[in-house]
């Protein structure tokens, strides 16, 4: 079997999009997620490239969570993702894979970087405690991706997406992300006609979201136009306030009551916006504004919360 793309992590967010894109788009793709493979263990990821033989991989596997659900446990997801991309990346160097792709996080940069962020902004400063495990396995991604491509001449890539949300994601409200987590906390006040809504934090964070699809379109656009040392950073370039974004949310919903904020919460990095003016320069930009893509999102979340009732 040969196989042109092999999605890892198809179970999530990003997996799952990309997946229905390159479908859409009539390529020739698997996704794979743990049910299929154990990818924490080396031969089991071996086994999966050595039997698919993919002309590219693209590594959407990840341990993943929301600030509460990384700052309980940070061992798991340092263990955890450097695991997995350590894995994929030697049994896809010992198959022969032409292209890599490792998709990385924005949490990657410190915590007081200057904004809008730079990729030359990685390791210029401490990093936001409350997700550094998982920002230090990124970052031995991007230098393990780096030295297969110094070592071995590979023409393999690393993306660092900012905060992407979409259908498909993780909308508990503990483990979740902002956006999936605040849908999921309205949606369930909507239909219980609760008074109010703790929101996490003062609202004043600032944060970048990009829709899933968007985030889809970036990675096919750069495996194509793409090859350079050095990550590259995806996003829209523009920034809400959580206080902004928790209105957004409830609008959509349709949630009347109070939204309350919880000051005893951390807000985490006070503003993570990336500077996105490389990619753009390469000629690509997103396609949906923040309102709509949330607004897509809510629409999937309360028909599928439907069919689950």
């Not at 992590?9 to 009539?26: A, D, F, I, P, Q």
């Not at 659900?69 to 955890?80: A, C, K, R, S, T």
């Not at 990685?122 to 991706?145: D, F, H």
Request: glycine letters at 8%; one cysteine or more; charged letters at 25%.
């Amino acid at each position: 079997m040969s196989l042109d793309f092999l999605v890892a992590g198809c179970s999530g967010l990003v997996g799952r999009t990309l997946v229905e894109h390159l479908k859409n788009l009539g390529a020739d793709v698997l996704g794979i997620s743990s049910k299929d493979a154990d990818l924490r263990e080396y031969l089991e990821a071996e086994n999966v490239m050595r039997k698919l033989k993919p002309k590219v991989v693209i590594d959407a596997a990840a341990r993943v969570g929301g600030i509460s659900y990384n700052n309980q446990y940070p061992v798991d997801f340092l263990l955890d993702n450097i695991r997995i991309q350590n894995n994929l990346m030697q049994a896809a160097h010992v198959t022969d894979v032409k292209k890599f792709v490792f998709l990385g996080s924005s949490c990657i940069y410190p915590r007081l970087a200057e904004q809008p962020i730079r990729e030359e902004s990685l390791m210029t400063g401490p990093l936001e405690s409350t997700n550094s495990a998982y920002a230090v396995a990124k970052i031995a991604g991007i230098e393990l991706l780096n030295s297969y491509r110094k070592q071995f001449n590979r023409e393999w890539i690393s993306l660092m997406p900012t905060n992407i949300y979409g259908p498909y994601d993780n909308f508990n409200q503990d483990r979740g992300h902002v956006v999936p987590a605040l849908i999921s906390r309205f949606h369930e006040a909507k239909v219980s006609n609760q008074k109010g809504v703790k929101v996490w934090g003062t609202g004043n964070a600032r944060r970048e979201f990009l829709f899933s699809r968007d985030l889809a379109d970036a990675i096919i656009f750069c495996i194509e136009n793409y090859n350079e040392e050095g990550h590259i950073n995806i996003g829209t370039g523009e920034d809400v306030s959580i206080r902004e974004l928790a209105y957004l949310i409830s609008d959509e919903v349709g949630f009347k009551g109070e939204l309350q904020f919880d000051l005893g919460m951390p807000d985490g990095t006070p503003r993570k916006l990336l500077d996105v003016s490389r990619i753009r320069d390469m000629g690509w930009k997103p396609r949906v504004s923040l309102r709509e893509g949330i607004r897509e999102t809510v629409k999937w979340y309360q028909e599928t919360s439907n069919r689950r009732a």
